[in-house]
């Protein structure tokens, strides 16, 4: 067998590259290649691996000149650098390293906390000036405060954990934190409006997503206790900049320190100039020792795929044998958008998932395809969850994943999937098959008898069986322009509950949702993408 090489195009470092070689895979280190795409298009098609941090840029026009290439490597969380879809088309691996810059971060919003209690940058420039302003800086002491954690994942655990050693109060909005994990950290888990109005100190630790862009909005930042502080080292467009200089610039909010920004890199911004702002590059990550952590982790991860064909990490694949992959590819679809189907109904706190699988399929490689479900499950909230982290950050959240596997007959269907999500509020299942096509269909939602194929843009519909529904719904979505794509009943019994999963062509807007909610016989409805 050839020996496999790898390609690093961006900066690592030199016990990186020993990893590989170790390992015994050739290695080129080329740390400037990557900002000349076209003299990297000309050396791609040598390597079965690529090796990146930010510089280089994977275009689905350099994956075309990559026949080899079967795995890429980010020393990062982000893979915003690399067409993630247009590798997965090519067979393509993508990992990445979403732990290694944790504790970095973490000490970043902790200094950031410190810097504005404190006006430490705006101490410095008017010490340096030979001001000597001694009574022009008064600061607040951090011991005793109410620290608000937004987010107590893997990043937020740490602040809070570093926060209560510094002796404040840490109270933490989760829809995931479990009472269990909250216990065990030492916070106080709430809801957000709680935490809106008794934090001192809020800090913002979640993704972007659809469910977090302004989480701080106008609205919520009325909410917030006066006097109230902020940091956000995690991402751009959670917090309304433009609604949070208003409340700067009123006194409403003492201060604010900043890391990530809406638009970025950042040359100018509504909370720039303010004299209570402290503003950073974007250096959440910018130690010596998270990017040797990453460095080191993403060498080990292409290279145990590339000798043993184990994946870590990955963003795009979950964790099975080249032989069990064609067998189990189309499972892994049907379970990730059946656990997404579920995850974009679930608001409320979520205590366990339970995936069952009847017929053929408990028979197969169920790991790849659990993971699969939990991943869908998590990923409307936690944008960067991926098939291999899934498992782990629903542990971390004190989520219970239960396997059951019936391997005698699934009714009419040779393999059955279900998947129950345990909430707060209340449990939410569905069921699917895959048919001999190969593609993923929903037969069962809510107990329900129903037959749909999966599109990107659908309509979930909670209904009375009434007569004139369908009338009714056809018009809204006529009259709206939204062409239906397919349209699939289910009823418990005649004139009972019932539900309509509807295809359409587009995102419909609000103003239709309203419509449609406004229809004598609907209780609900709700858009799902997938």
Known sequence: MPQPKVLISDALSDAAVQIFKDRGIAVDFQPNLGKDKDALARVIGQYDGLAIRSATKVTGKLLADAPN????????????????????????????????????????????????????????????????????FMGVELTGKTLGVIGCGNIGAIVAERAIGLKLKVVAYDPFLSPERALELGVEKVELDALLARADVITL???????????????NLAKTKPGVRIVNCARGGLVDEAALRERLDSGHVAGAAFDVFVTEPATENPLFGHPNVVCTPHLG???????????????????????????????NFPSISAEEAPRLKPFV??????????????????????????????GMNTRALTSAAVTGVLRPILQD???VSAPVIAKERGIVVDEIKREGGASDYESVVRITVDAEDMPRDAAGTVFHDGKPRVIEIRGIDIDAAFAPHMLYVRNYDKPGFIGRLGTVLGEAGVNIGTFNLGRETEGGNAIAFVAVDAPVSAEVLEAIAAIPQVKRVRPVRF
């Open 333 to 362: 679809a049907l379970c990730e958008k059946l656990g997404s189907f579920l995850g974009q109904l679930t608001e409320a706190p979520i205590k366990g998932i339970r995936i069952t699988y009847e017929g053929a399929v408990a």
């Open 205 to 219: 630790h979640v993704p972007m997503t659809e469910r977090t862009r302004n989480i701080l909005s106008a609205e």
């Open 285 to 315: 990550a910018s130690t010596s020792e998270a990017q040797e952590n990453v460095a080191l982790q993403v060498a080990e991860q292409m290279a145990d795929y590339l000798v043993s064909g184990a994946i870590t990490n990955a963003i």
């Open 385 to 387: 969850v991926n098939m």
């Open 69 to 136: 290439l079967k795995v890429i490597g980010r020393a990062g969380i982000g893979v915003d650098n690399v067409d993630v879809p247009a590798a997965t088309a090519k067979g393509v691996i993508v990992m990445n390293t979403p732990f290694g810059n944790s504790i970095t971060t973490a000490e970043h919003a902790i200094a950031m906390m410190f810097a504005l209690a404190r006006q430490i940058p705006q101490a410095d420039a008017s010490t340096q000036a030979g001001k000597w302003e001694k009574n022009r």
